[in-house]
Each structure stands twice: as structure tokens, then as C-alpha cells.
């Protein structure tokens, strides 16, 4: 078996009284593409921040390219640079304008000169399709336009990984298309993804593993075609069901 | 009849008169108390303002001990009137046998109106971080800024703004509380004011509609600006409508 | 205890008790009444500040500006000294009266801004609701704005009650013996300075714990904590 | 070392004052600050060869700023009663104040003794001595504090919130110059005693400052003051 | 022809420069079930929220059971309370539970006891299946269950017309299900309804007529098969195109 650049060991996280997460444990390759599904509320966001930190884990470890990011000693800072994040609501800096919000990260944590950095951004915003809104602020763009912003963002720091929580689910039908595709084209260049998303035929289409998840717990994986042809767990099962 | 009314109006000049002479007696004395007014406050609001704001971040940052000392901090300066405390750093201290806390007056008025701005700056602060949706801060810790460049480059930008309103309103409250520092010998506008009455007992109502101008004009701009500021930036009070 | 009395000698302080019991107890009744009158008024003034007319809202905000510019103690002399020289029946008000009103005119503004800052802070989906389901405007604002409004704005609204029994402390000046009073009359008696001021912190401290609990416990009653899960 | 060691070594006096209006201690028009005990203060630092400083204090700064050393001496138109005594040691009484009631001059008061009915309110500084008077000699009076001074109360009684007030003579006969429509009632209630404060262990400074007045009550300088302030209204033509 | 619930004719609405609404004129029968689709901005909301006097119309007439709503002499609250509408945020009133959200605006508009209005609420509360989260307040509720509450208080009110905007956008896919099932039920039952959605299996299924716009303006008109199997405009083809 190949070295992992993630490893998920027995990880369990607490609010309160309630078990998020509950002993997931769960491995990915370089290079993969794993979806993550599951009903509201099964502890899909919980698992992917505790990926990059933004969760301590009240139990169990995860390595990041064999660095155990629990670890208190770790610089998460440093790590977390490598593991880019998409969120559902975007959450680009409102406060700078597109080019500046990819600009910014990467002069602050990477220390690049800002000449080069722009560099850097324009190239990402050809990329992901919307050069000419370079500068306009958040306000001034549509969802779609500001989630593209917020994938330039992360690719800008040469993450190693890249996370999504429901990338799409904030936009409209419409605009959801052109978002997918950027996800498409990364995974075809072999970034390695791990996709929280209700965007079954992206699943279908994109993935080389799916996770679901309930209560928690990690209850079934498998390839696309197998999961959907033939689910095994009779919670997916219902869920599936009830969701195409 | 017309004898009568010409009568009346030649009285009429007469006070007019009489007012506009002892006006022009009184302006430089005033205008003395308003320039120490003047120079009192913006000191105070201007050691306060940085004072406050450090203790409104720190109070943020989670540390539990120092958000509960900062807490009865704001509580003892908010509970008690400007008088106590103002009586308590000036004449109490020299009892303590310290040295540089003998303050002379002038030094005094300035560290104790700078204490009392800080307790308010520091729960606008607060207010003002914590407006701030939480995902801005997971987005610049997942491009792996660290907690302090998070807010230095992405919360306090955004916060600041929405703080100018309500500190305005804040500095208005604090040049009329100068007028207490009389009781330490400071010649402030209001203490000028009543030294001048007790000249010219007779026009006491006079001498104090003018005091009171002259506070309008010092107040009233600020005021504008706290007014044209939120229009500008927005409040605290009026952030609304955005995803957590 | 001896050697506390060094800094702060108890047994004079003692002579005092009625004297200071008396002057907490006129500060909590003026400032309990102020304060709901010119958190009523101000909610008439926030509504007007927010009216679409312009010599509505024009009027408020020349209220709210020339208010807040000026010191209170000019404010009450002038109602309390001017007033009778403007009318021939300005002296209708006693100084208990006049302490009152001056206090509720010069709060009513401070009270307003921040009822209108909650206000506005009320999600606009929340009007929808209520006029959709047929609630006319002030059914909205009764019903669904303002309750929503007053338990966001809690913080500010403690804040401005903390300065507005502080503000009782002016009116010694035209002979309404409250706490401050208490405190001037025990110095001036006695001269002795630290115990006369630092009781009188501690009256005023005692009041605002007072304010605090309580309004922890109105928030838990009226406003209901329940539905805010944050 | 004692205060007035300090006072040697530093050829400094610094004295308390209030601002309380004429004739005791206030603002000329010339904005210079004047009045009696100022001229006495000078006087004596003048004799002693030092510098003198003169600090203006509300009237609730006046004693803390003895006890807590800020100055050595207060120079204020005191009454040294009892409980004070307790606290800060007075001088022999400097002068006397007589303490007088005035109303508006067309009530029908003649004596002082015609307010001391339950029908009449009369107004005073609250807590001064005034007030003392004020329930003293006028018991069955209602009684008005006002924190503000003397103005306060006497712009009080010409607003018609008070029957009449109690003050004394010579401070009131500035005010009434400014307003010919306050009489002062007949009789004089009682006569205070009026004394300058040091701080209990300045008694080289207490017995210094004795001294200095029986000195110039002796040469007549004493009741040149008093005369030019205290007792006629002459100052006004060269100060107001 | 029958006599038709609503009647808009030739309605316009302008906001500043940007014409939301230009002119539109449909006729809507009682009983029927109308689809209204179109890309993001295309005036779908603004033509809904006119129909029940949310926005005023710059131009034009809408005729509700024969009333001109557009009249300024009309009651338009009682008019509403004839009108129920499910907004896509849901807006139930925060401060008030689930239950006391469909009791209140029965006792304040229509005037019912307290006891009368609580049995209607319970009743409907089981209709949409959540009878146990009558005590709950929106916060502790997930959104489909919100979603739900909502429209309970609509129904609560007898309404002759039901307006959805996108009553399912904001909901995961799993709970989508559970509130289309309510809206189908709602139109078996003979309820007229206007729809804004995106869900075109939805729309297939359950719309009499689909309406689609597009800057303002209704573009195209059919019934579901003709409409999603034989589109005529250009606009609606490529509409069609990006989202199926
Ligand atoms: N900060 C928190 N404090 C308390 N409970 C939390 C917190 N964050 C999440 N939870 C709870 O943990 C559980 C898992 O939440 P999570 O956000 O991971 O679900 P999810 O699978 O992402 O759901 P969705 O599809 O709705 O986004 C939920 O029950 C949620 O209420
Ligand atoms: N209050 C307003 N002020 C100014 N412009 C507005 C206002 N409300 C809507 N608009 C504009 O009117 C147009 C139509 O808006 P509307 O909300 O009806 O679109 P929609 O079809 O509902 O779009 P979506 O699918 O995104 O909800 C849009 O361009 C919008 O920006
Ligand atoms: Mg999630
Ligand atoms: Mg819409």
C-alpha cells in the first residue's frame, strides 16, 4: 500500500454532549478524490475541519502528509497552508477586493513579495475563468463569481489538498455547472479533494471513493457505482431513496 | 401707542445690547475653558481609545483569567460615578507612598478620564470583533494565517470600521464629563463658566446658555461625524443580514 | 478591623448609614422611573428618527443632536431656573418634578439611537413574515419588531442605565438630596474625604449589581433567552 | 521633615483657595485671581520671603488637597467646627462672618425672624454652614440645599423657587448690587467665625500663621483689609 | 372563461434605472397550480411578493378575487391574510415557539380566542407532521421542520391563494423531499398556488401551468410537458439546457 497523505485514526470529537464524531477512522491516497455524503447533522463539516485544524479532536490522531497535526507542537499554521479549504457560504474577505483577497494570504504566510503574489493571482483568476473582476469587492459579485474567488484563493497557496464543504449548495442552479467543472478540471491535474456535497451526479461523475456518513460514523465506502447501484447499508439505503 | 412700542423696542435693544457687550466681556475667559476642555479630552480619548482597544481584544482572545479581571475592571468603572474615581486617583493615591503616582492635577485628569473612556471603548471593541461573521477568521486560518495575523489582516480591518460610530458617540459623553474636573482645579469650560457667574451673578441664566454653545459647537460636529460614519460603514447595532 | 480604619474609618461612616440609606433609596426611585419614561419616549423617537417624512424625522434628529451636544447640568438649570422666567406658570414642577423631567428629556435621545440601532438590527425577513400573514405595521413592530429589538440591544440598554444613574448625582444641585447629596453632606460635615467618596462609589457600585442582576433576570422573563441559541 | 521646613527649604507656600465669589476669593475683571484672604496669603508670603502658589480647588477638593499634601495651608472662608476639628487644625479666627436672610424686595418681610414660618421655604448651600443657620435659627422653615453656591440659590429666589435665602452679608451685597430687586431682612442671625486649615502635624506652620495675624491685626494692615473688603463694598469700584 | 382568482394586468415595477418587473399581464384560475421559472434576477420574487402587496407596483393593476390591490383604499392586511406566503428563509418570528408562531397571527388579525387558535395551530402542526416541536423555537428547529412551522402559519390563516418562493432552496436534499410532498398535497386538495422553484421534477409533477421569465418579462407559457419537452423560446431552451 502506497504512503497516504491523509490518515484519519480513530478520531472522535465531542460538543457537549453530543458525539459528532465517533470513531472515524479512514485513509486517503495522494491523488484521490473522495466525496462525503450523508444527512444533515452527521458530523460531514466536523470531520473535514478537523482535517485542517479548524477542530480539535477530543480523541484519536490525523496525519497530514505523515505529520500529526493533534500534536500541540506542530506548527498548524504552517500545515494548514498545504490544506485548502472552500467554504458553502464563501467567506471571502470583505474588506479587499477579489485579486487583493488571493493576494493577501500569500505576502502574509508565504512572506512572497506582493509583484509576485499578484503574479500568482492574476494567473489564478485567468484559471478559474473571471479575470476581468480583478477588482471588484466581494459585494460586487455574484455567488458563483465569489466562490471561484475563494478556489483562486486556496490554489494560490500550492495547497497539497483541497477540502470543500458544500462548494455549491449557496448558488443558484445555474451557476452551479461552471463551479463543478473548476472542481473537475482540479481532479483531472490529480489535486488530491475531499468533497463534502449533495451534487450526487458530481459524485457519480468525479469520485474514486464515497463516504457516508450518519451519526457521526463512517457507515459505508465504496466506489461510485457500487454505492449507488448497490448500497449496501440500509441507511444509505433510505437515503438514497429519499434524495434522487 | 406708536410712542409705546418704539419705547419697547428701544428696551429691547437696550438688553440686546447689554448681552452682546457682556458676550464679548466673557469669550476670551470661556474660550480659555473651552481650549483646556479641548486639550483635557483629546487626550484622554486619545490614551483611552489605544487602551481600551488592547483590553477589548485581549478580551476576545479567550484567556479566561484575563477576560474575567477585564470584565470587573469594566464593571467597577462603569458602576461608579467619574467623581469617585476622579477623587480616588488624585488624592488617594499619594497615600499609597508611590512615587509617580503623585499625580499633579493636570496628569491626574488625564489618567483618570483615560481609565473611564477605556471601560467604554473596551465593550465597543468587543461588540465590534464579535460582529464580525466567524467564518472570516476560519478563511485566513485555512489560507494558515495564525490567530493574531487573522485579526490583525482580516477581523480588525472590518471591525474598526463599524466601531467609529459608536466610539463618536462615546467621545461626546466624555468632553462633557471634563466639566467635573474641577473639584481638582482644572479650568475647564464649566468651571469658567460658574467663575464667571459669580461675577455677574445677575446674568447666571445667560452664562450658562453660552457654555452650552460652546459645548454644541465642539460636540455637535462629532456627532455629524458618528452620524455620516454609520451611513458610511455601518454600526455594530445595524449588522444584520449576514451568514455566520 | 483596626487597622482598616486607618483607610477607612467605619465608626463615622456609621453615623451616616440613615443619612446615605435614604439618599440610595431616592437615587433608585428617580432613576427607575427615568429610566421607563425615556425608554418609552424613546421608542417614540426611534420611530420618528426612522419615518420617511421629513419634518418627522427632521424634528427627532434636531431633538437627538442638540440634546446630546449639551451637559446635563445646563439642562436642568435651564428648565429649572429658565423655565418660570419664560412662563408665568413655569414653576409648577417642584425640584423632584424638574429632576424628572430634565433627566427624561436628556435620556430619551441616548435611549432612542439605541432602540433604533436594535431595530434596525432585526432581520428584515422578520417584517415579511408578519405583513404577510396579514399584521398591519404597528401589529409588526408590537409584536414581532420590537420584542426582538429590546433583547438585542440589552448590552447598550444596561450601559445607558449605568450613566443615567450615575447622571442622578447632578441633581443635588437644584436641592433633590440623593445619594451624591448624602456624600457631599457627610464630607462637608465631617471632612473626611476618602471615607464620604469611597461610600458613595460603593452605594452607586451596590445600585449598578443591583441594575445587573436584574436585568439578567428580566432578559431570562421578557426577552427570553430561549430562542437566541447563541 | 515639618511643612514649614519644606516651606524653608523650598521657598514655596502653597495654599489651597476656592473660587467662591467675592469678596473672599475670585476672578477680577481683569481675570486676575483677587479677593481677601488672597491679599493676606500674599502679604504673609511676601514677609517670609517665599514664593507664594496658590491652588484653586472646588469646594470638595479644598481638604483633600491638604490632608493629601497637595497643599499647606487653606485659605477659605471655613467655619472650624467641632467635627473639622477632627480632621485639620484651624487658625484663630481670621475674621467673622455675619450671617444674614434676603428676599425679593417686594415680600412683605421686615425682620429675618418673619420667615421662620411653615408656609415659607428658605434656600442655602448645601451642607455649608449656611445651612446649619438655616435649621438653626429657622426651624419651622421649609429648607432648600442646592449644591451649586450662593448664585444658585439666590438666582433661586429670583425665580421664585424660594421665599428667601440665607448667606452672609458681605457676600450677598455683591450679588444684590447686580439685582436691586433683593433686599437684605433686618438683623443679623449669628456671626461665625471664619479661620484658614493646616494639616494636624503642621504646627510650626499653625503657630506661624497665628502669629502672622495678631502681627498685622497689631499694625492695622489686618483691618485695612478687612475694610477695603469685608466690611464695605469699596473693592467693587476697582475690581468688578 | 371562468372568473380567475388573480388578475394581473400589464404590471411593471421599477427599482431606480432597473426594470424588475415590465409589463407583465397573466391570469391565475382557482384551483390552479403555477410554476413560475427563470435564471437568478429574472423578477420571479418581486412579481410574487407584488401579488400580495410586499412591493408596490409602478405601474399597472393586480386583481386578488376582484379587489384591485393596487388601490390605496383597500385594506391590504385583510387582504393578505387571504394570501399566505412561504418565503425561502422561512422567516418564522424568532422569539416565539412553533406553536405560538401560528397561534398569534390568528389572534391579532382575525381576532380568534386564544383557545380556538391553539386547537387550529395543533391541528395543522400535525398536518405537517411535526405535532412533538410545538414548544420549540425556530433556532432549535432544522430547517425543513421551520420550513413546515411556515407554512402551517400560512394555512393557519385560510388563505384562498398559497405564494412559495423557493420554499426549498435553503433546505438539504433529504428534507426537500418532505416539504414538496406537503406542497403536493396542498394542491390535490385544490389549494391555488404560485411557485417559484427550482426543482423542475416538482414542476412536471404537480404545475398546471409553467411560466418562465427572463428580464422582467414572461417569456414563455405552457403546460409542464409542452414546456419541458418542446420549449419554443431560444432563452428557455438554453435555461433549460444549463440546468437539467
Ligand atoms: N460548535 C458546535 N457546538 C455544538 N454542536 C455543534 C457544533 N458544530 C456542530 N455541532 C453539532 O455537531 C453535529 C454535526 O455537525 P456537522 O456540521 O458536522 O453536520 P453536517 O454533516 O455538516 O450537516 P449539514 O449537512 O447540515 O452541514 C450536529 O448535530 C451539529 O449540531
Ligand atoms: N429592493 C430592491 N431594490 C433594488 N433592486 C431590487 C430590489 N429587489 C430586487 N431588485 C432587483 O430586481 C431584479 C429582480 O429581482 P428578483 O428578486 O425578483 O429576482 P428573482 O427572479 O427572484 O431572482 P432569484 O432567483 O435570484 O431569487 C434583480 O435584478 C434585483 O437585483
Ligand atoms: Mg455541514
Ligand atoms: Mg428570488
Redesign the pocket.
Known amino acids: 500500500m502506497k504512503d497516504p497523505i491523509i490518515r484519519i485514526e480513530n478520531v472522535s470529537k465531542q460538543?457537549?454532549t453530543?458525539k459528532?464524531l465517533d470513531g472515524v477512522t479512514n485513509q486517503i491516497q495522494r491523488g484521490e478524490v473522495v466525496v462525503i455524503i450523508?444527512p444533515?447533522?452527521?458530523?460531514?463539516?466536523?470531520l473535514l475541519r478537523t482535517l485542517n485544524g479548524l477542530e480539535t479532536v477530543s480523541e484519536g490522531n490525523v496525519y497530514i502528509d505523515g505529520v500529526n497535526i493533534v500534536d500541540t507542537r506542530v506548527n498548524i499554521n504552517k500545515l494548514r497552508s498545504k490544506v485548502g479549504m472552500v467554504f458553502q457560504h464563501f467567506n471571502l474577505f470583505r474588506h479587499k477586493t477579489a485579486l487583493d483577497n488571493i493576494i493577501m494570504p500569500q505576502t502574509v504566510v508565504l512572506n512572497r513579495k506582493r509583484k509576485e503574489a499578484e503574479d500568482v493571482a492574476r494567473k489564478l483568476l485567468e484559471k478559474v475563468g473571471i479575470p476581468e473582476k480583478a477588482g471588484n469587492y466581494p459585494d460586487q459579485l455574484s455567488g458563483g463569481q465569489q466562490q471561484r474567488v475563494a478556489i483562486a484563493r486556496s490554489l494560490a497557496m500550492h495547497p497539497k489538498i483541497m477540502l470543500f464543504d458544500?462548494a455549491t449548495s449557496a448558488l443558484d442552479p445555474e451557476t452551479v455547472g461552471g463551479v463543478l467543472q473548476l472542481m473537475k478540471d482540479l481532479a483531472t491535474e490529480g489535486m488530491t479533494m475531499v468533497v463534502v456535497t449533495h451534487e450526487m451526479g458530481f459524485a457519480r461523475e468525479v469520485a474514486d471513493r464515497v463516504i457516508f456518513m450518519d451519526g457521526g460514523q463512517i457507515l459505508e465506502e465504496a466506489t461510485p457505482d457500487e454505492f449507488f447501484d448497490r448500497p449496501k447499508n440500509s441507511r444509505t439505503i433510505t437515503f438514497l431513496s429519499q434524495i434522487l | 401707542m406708536a410712542v409705546k412700542l418704539m419705547g419697547g423696542m428701544l428696551e429691547m435693544a437696550d438688553i440686546v445690547l447689554a448681552k452682546i457687550q457682556i458676550t464679548i466681556n466673557l469669550m476670551p475667559f470661556l474660550m480659555q475653558g473651552l481650549l483646556m476642555t479641548f486639550k483635557v479630552s483629546i487626550l484622554a480619548i486619545l490614551f483611552g481609545s489605544l487602551l481600551g482597544f488592547v483590553l477589548g481584544v485581549v478580551r476576545t482572545l479567550g484567556y479566561r483569567p484575563l477576560t474575567a479581571i477585564i470584565g470587573i475592571y469594566l464593571h467597577i468603572f462603569r458602576g461608579t460615578p467619574y467623581l469617585v474615581q476622579l477623587y480616588i486617583i488624585y488624592f488617594v493615591f499619594p497615600s499609597f507612598g508611590v512615587g509617580f503616582l503623585n499625580f499633579d492635577s493636570f496628569t491626574a485628569a488625564i489618567v483618570s478620564l483615560s481609565l473611564y473612556t477605556s471601560s467604554y471603548v473596551t465593550e465597543i471593541t468587543t461588540a465590534a470583533i464579535y460582529a464580525i461573521p466567524r467564518g472570516q477568521e476560519e478563511a485566513a486560518r485555512s489560507c494558515g494565517m495564525s490567530k493574531a495575523e487573522a485579526l490583525i489582516y482580516v477581523v480588525l480591518p472590518q471591525s474598526l470600521k463599524m466601531m467609529i460610530p459608536p466610539m463618536a458617540s462615546i467621545y461626546v459623553v466624555i468632553i462633557k464629563s471634563t466639566a467635573i474636573l474641577s473639584i481638582i482645579g482644572i479650568s475647564e469650560l464649566t468651571r469658567q463658566g460658574e467663575v464667571a457667574i459669580l461675577r455677574m451673578p445677575g446674568d447666571i441664566m445667560f452664562v450658562y446658555g453660552l457654555i452650552a454653545t460652546m459645548y454644541f459647537i465642539y460636540c455637535y460636529p462629532v456627532l455629524r461625524f458618528a452620524k455620516w460614519a454609520e451611513g458610511a460603514f455601518g454600526s455594530i447595532g445595524s449588522v444584520q443580514d449576514q451568514e455566520s | 478591623m483596626l487597622w482598616l480604619n486607618g483607610f477607612y474609618n467605619f465608626r463615622i461612616v456609621g453615623q451616616y448609614l440613615n443619612v446615605f440609606i435614604d439618599g440610595m433609596l431616592t437615587t433608585i426611585w428617580l432613576s427607575l422611573l427615568c429610566l421607563v419614561m425615556s425608554f418609552f419616549f424613546g421608542i417614540f423617537i426611534a420611530l420618528m428618527r426612522m419615518s420617511t417624512l421629513g419634518f418627522v424625522w427632521r424634528i427627532a434628529a434636531a431633538y437627538i443632536q442638540l440634546i446630546r451636544s449639551t451637559p446635563l447640568l445646563i439642562q436642568i438649570y435651564l428648565i429649572y431656573y429658565g423655565l418660570p422666567a419664560l412662563l408665568p406658570f413655569g414653576n409648577i414642577f417642584d425640584e423632584t418634578q424638574t429632576a424628572i423631567i430634565a433627566l427624561t428629556i436628556h435620556t430619551t435621545p441616548y435611549m432612542g439611537e439605541i432602540i433604533r440601532t436594535g431595530i434596525q438590527s432585526v432581520d428584515k425577513g422578520q417584517k415579511e413574515g408578519a405583513q404577510a400573514v396579514g399584521l398591519n405595521s404597528f401589529q409588526s413592530m408590537y409584536y414581532i419588531i420590537l420584542p426582538q429589538a429590546i433583547a438585542n440591544i440589552t448590552p447598550p440598554l444596561i450601559g445607558q442605565t449605568a450613566i443615567l444613574i450615575k447622571d442622578t448625582a447632578l441633581f443635588s444641585i437644584i436641592a433633590v438630596p440623593e445619594l451624591m447629596g448624602a456624600g457631599l453632606t457627610m464630607f462637608s460635615e465631617t471632612v473626611v474625604a476618602t471615607e464620604s467618596y469611597v461610600t458613595t462609589g460603593i452605594c452607586y457600585l451596590l445600585i449598578y449589581l443591583l441594575t445587573l442582576i436584574l436585568s439578567g433576570y428580566a432578559q431570562n422573563r421578557l426577552g427570553g433567552t430561549a430562542w437566541r441559541s447563541n | 521633615a515639618s511643612t514649614m521646613e519644606k516651606i524653608v527649604k523650598s521657598g514655596e507656600l502653597i495654599v489651597a483657595v476656592q473660587t467662591q465669589g467675592p469678596p473672599v476669593s475670585f476672578i477680577d475683571k481683569t481675570g486676575q485671581r483677587t479677593g481677601l484672604v488672597i491679599d493676606i496669603m500674599e502679604m504673609m508670603a511676601a514677609d517670609m520671603g517665599v514664593k507664594l502658589i496658590l491652588q484653586d480647588y472646588d469646594w470638595k477638593g479644598l481638604i483633600p488637597a491638604l490632608t493629601s499634601g497637595k497643599a499647606d495651608v487653606i485659605a477659605a472662608d471655613m467655619t472650624p467646627t467641632a467635627k473639622r476639628h477632627m480632621q485639620v487644625i484651624f487658625t484663630e479666627p481670621v475674621f467673622f462672618a455675619e450671617n444674614i436672610v434676603y428676599s425679593l424686595k417686594d415680600r412683605d418681610f421686615v425682620s429675618w425672624k418673619d420667615v421662620n414660618k411653615p408656609e415659607f421655604t428658605v434656600g442655602a448651600t448645601q451642607a455649608s454652614s449656611y445651612a446649619e443657620v438655616a435649621k438653626k435659627f429657622l426651624p419651622a422653615a421649609k429648607l432648600k440645599e442646592y449644591s451649586g453656591g450662593n448664585p444658585q440659590t439666590f438666582q433661586a429666589l429670583v425665580s421664585g423657587r424660594v421665599d428667601a435665602g440665607v448667606s452672609d452679608r458681605a457676600s450677598v451685597s455683591g450679588l444684590i448690587s447686580q439685582n436691586p430687586n433683593v433686599k437684605v431682612l433686618e438683623g443679623t442671625v449669628n456671626k461665625e467665625p471664619l479661620g484658614f486649615a493646616v494639616r494636624p502635624d503642621s504646627i510650626h506652620l499653625l503657630h506661624a500663621l497665628n502669629n502672622y495675624m495678631r502681627l498685622i491685626r497689631h499694625d492695622g494692615r489686618l483691618d485695612r483689609l478687612l475694610d477695603y473688603w469685608w466690611n464695605s463694598t469699596v473693592w467693587e469700584a476697582d475690581h468688578k
Open positions: 460538543f457537549g453530543l459528532a450523508g444533515s447533522g452527521s458530523g460531514k463539516s466536523t458544500e
